[in-house]
């Protein structure tokens, strides 16, 4: 072919690839394991679970964080988690609390089969709230640091929900609680430049992989996550049949806090996955959002956002990253309602967690009279190591 008529090819192609509009959620899906922990209880359960009573000091102040505060609230802004690990796992699993032992090959067994199980089940509501078949999923992007085997997740959860043999996966790991963030960036990406792509972002998390003993440097972690899944379907027009978009993904951007790699941090032991959490998390993130949403804003031609104008997506990273972000910024408090309402429910699922908070939101714009959920714009926040800021401007299409 000559080399005009070829090029002429290539961009009629490229015309045809790309999608009309910007990518859009069609439809989300939760889901969390049976078992029920009330904060309440926790520091006895945890203690008692890991044989630890003996660590007095620390367990006390395990018992502050968790502290209930009024009938309606805990100091940790946390009112009960669903976690997978329990007394009979631990039972049958005992080197999991023997920090002399290996366990990281048990943990991984146990997490590859119960991550893509539980993404499973967000995946069915997601897909039966969509209305299309799950052969028409076109891509499959799964987040999750719950496991380090191949075939990972993806293909597990491809092959639970019979998806094609054609299905275009990608597994992301490692992004701590920014994962979910990450993977909707892609997912607008993906659905934007491929005509009729239908993008599966599934996040999951068990905190199994990450449970350990008490100590003094993890005493908050344990303190505040939970397990989880997420699923969310995203595509871009021309939408078919049912299809109803919930956000328009207007505009996605990552910012990376300079000097602050040492604040949040995950290392793979011999004893599943060390976490380290800065006590600076907070302080650094209220440092620098304000600068970070000004410059996300400004690439959409906003030199001046008002943010109670908007309607706010947040990862509650813990309940002072919430106080942090909404003092900063000044927000009205019923701005963050569906973040708190998220952290008090469930708590912090990391990765997983923004799915939960967009299905929550959604839930409140449906409700008539929540004007705050009502507005025309808003913005979705989440916060990993790096530390990395992932923010994407929403537009709320029926407003
Ligand atoms: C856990 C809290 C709700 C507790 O709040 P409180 O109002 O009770 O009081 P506080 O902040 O003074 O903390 C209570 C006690 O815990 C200690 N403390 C607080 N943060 C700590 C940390 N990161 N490491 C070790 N200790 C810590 C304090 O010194 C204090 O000790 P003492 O009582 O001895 O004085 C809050 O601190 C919080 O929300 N922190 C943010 C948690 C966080 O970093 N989340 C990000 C998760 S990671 C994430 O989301 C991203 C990712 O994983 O990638």
Same mark, same amino acid.
């Given at each position: 072919m000559?080399g005009?008529?070829a090029?002429a090819?290539?961009?009629?192609?490229?015309?045809k690839?790309?999608?009309e509009?910007p990518?859009?959620?069609?439809?989300i899906?939760?889901a969390?394991?049976?078992?029920?922990?009330y904060?309440?209880?926790?520091?006895?359960?945890y203690?008692g679970?890991?044989k630890s009573?003996?660590?007095?000091?620390?367990k006390?102040k395990?018992?502050?964080i968790?502290?209930?505060?009024?009938?309606?609230?805990h100091?940790?802004?946390i009112?009960?988690?669903?976690?997978?690990l329990?007394e009979k796992?631990i039972?049958?699993?005992?080197?999991?609390?023997?920090?002399?032992? &290996?366990s990281?090959?048990?943990?991984i067994?146990i997490v @590859? #089969?119960?991550?893509p199980k539980? =993404?499973? *089940? !967000?995946?069915?509501?997601?897909?039966?709230?969509?209305?299309? &078949?799950?052969?028409?999923?076109t891509h499959?992007?799964? @987040? #999750?640091?719950s496991?380090?085997? =191949?075939? *990972? !997740?993806d293909?597990k959860?491809?092959?639970?929900?019979?998806?094609?043999?054609s299905?275009?996966r990608?597994?992301?790991?490692?992004h701590?609680?920014?994962g979910?963030?990450?993977?909707?960036?892609l997912a607008?990406?993906?659905?934007e430049n491929?005509?009729d792509?239908?993008?599966?972002?599934?996040?999951?998390?068990?905190?199994?992989?990450?449970?350990?003993?008490?100590?003094?440097?993890k005493?908050v972690?344990?303190?505040?996550?939970?397990?989880?899944?997420?699923a969310?379907?995203?595509?871009?027009g021309?939408?078919v049949n049912?299809?109803r978009?919930?956000?328009?993904?207007v505009l996605?951007?990552q910012?990376?806090i300079?000097?602050?790699e040492?604040?949040?941090?995950m290392?793979?032991?011999?004893?599943?996955?060390d976490?380290?959490?800065?006590?600076?998390?907070?302080?650094?993130?209220k440092?620098?959002?304000?600068?970070?949403?000004?410059d996300?804003f400004?690439s959409i031609?906003?030199?001046?956002?008002?943010?109670n104008e908007?309607?706010?997506a947040?990862?509650?990273g813990?309940?002072a990253?919430?106080?942090?972000i909404?003092?900063?910024?000044?927000?009205?408090?019923a701005?963050?309602?569906?973040?708190r309402?998220?952290?008090?429910e469930?708590?912090?699922?990391?990765?997983t967690?923004i799915a939960f908070?967009?299905?929550?939101?959604?839930?409140?714009?449906?409700k008539?009279?929540?004007e705050h959920?009502?507005?025309?714009?808003?913005?979705?926040?989440a916060?990993?190591?790096?530390?990395?800021?992932?923010a994407?401007?929403?537009?709320?299409?029926?407003s």
């Amino acid at each position: 072919m000559p080399g005009a008529a070829a090029a002429a090819v290539v961009d009629s192609r490229l015309c045809k690839q790309h999608a009309e509009g910007p990518a859009a959620v069609l439809a989300i899906g939760t889901a969390n394991p049976t078992n029920i922990v009330y904060q309440d209880g926790f520091a006895d359960y945890y203690f008692g679970l890991t044989k630890s009573e003996h660590l007095t000091e620390l367990k006390d102040k395990m018992k502050r964080i968790c502290k209930q505060i009024n009938p309606s609230s805990h100091r940790s802004g946390i009112e009960k988690r669903y976690i997978h690990l329990d007394e009979k796992l631990i039972r049958d699993h005992p080197e999991i609390i023997d920090k002399h032992m &290996p366990s990281l090959e048990t943990r991984i067994d146990i997490v @590859s #089969t119960e991550v893509p199980k539980l =993404a499973e *089940s !967000a995946a069915r509501k997601a897909i039966a709230e969509w209305g299309r &078949p799950a052969t028409d999923i076109t891509h499959l992007i799964f @987040s #999750t640091y719950s496991g380090c085997s =191949a075939p *990972s !997740a993806d293909l597990k959860l491809a092959s639970l929900l019979g998806l094609n043999s054609s299905v275009s996966r990608t597994i992301l790991s490692l992004h701590g609680c920014s994962g979910g963030g990450r993977a909707l960036q892609l997912a607008k990406e993906l659905a934007e430049n491929n005509r009729d792509a239908r993008v599966l972002v599934a996040c999951a998390e068990l905190t199994l992989i990450c449970f350990s003993n008490p100590d003094e440097s993890k005493i908050v972690g344990h303190g505040l996550f939970g397990d989880g899944a997420g699923a969310i379907i995203v595509g871009a027009g021309p939408l078919v049949n049912a299809e109803r978009p919930l956000f328009e993904m207007v505009l996605a951007s990552q910012t990376t806090i300079p000097g602050t790699e040492h604040a949040l941090g995950m290392q793979t032991t011999a004893s599943g996955i060390d976490f380290h959490l800065s006590i600076q998390v907070p302080t650094l993130i209220k440092d620098n959002i304000r600068q970070c949403l000004l410059d996300t804003f400004r690439s959409i031609g906003n030199m001046d956002p008002n943010w109670n104008e908007l309607f706010w997506a947040v990862h509650p990273g813990g309940r002072a990253i919430l106080d942090n972000i909404e003092g900063e910024l000044q927000l009205q408090a019923a701005k963050l309602a569906a973040s708190r309402h998220v952290l008090n429910e469930y708590g912090n699922m990391s990765g997983t967690t923004i799915a939960f908070v967009l299905d929550d939101l959604r839930r409140r714009r449906e409700k008539e009279g929540d004007e705050h959920q009502q507005l025309e714009w808003g913005v979705m926040l989440a916060f990993g190591p790096g530390i990395t800021i992932e923010a994407m401007v929403l537009h709320n299409p029926i407003s």
